[in-house]
């Protein structure tokens, strides 16, 4: 089954930025709302174009991509 990108990043796109699939919201953006206290529901508030389940999948996939690293990191 193929799934829909979660996120994706083209020269064209706000300066090559990672952003949000099918938007010009950069990933960045959430990251810098959840750094300073706000909330998923006020990010997605603010960028409607976002859909929840891309956030989620994208929080998902960077919580795994640290838990990998922390374990190859123990492994050394």
């Known amino acids: 089954m193929n799934q829909a990108p979660i996120v994706s990043r ?7 930025a990672v952003v949000f699939a099918g938007t010009r919201v950069p990933v960045q953006i959430l990251i810098d709302y959840l750094k300073a206290g706000e909330t998923l529901d006020r990010f997605l508030d603010g960028f409607p174009t976002v859909r929840r389940e891309q956030a989620e999948a994208f929080l998902e996939e ?15």
Do not use: K, N
């Not at 960077?62 to 690293?69: K, R, S, Y």
């Open 10 to 16: 083209d020269p064209d796109v706000v300066s090559g």
């Open 62 to 76: 960077a919580l795994h991509a640290v838990g990998a690293e922390a374990g190859s990191a123990r492994a050394a």
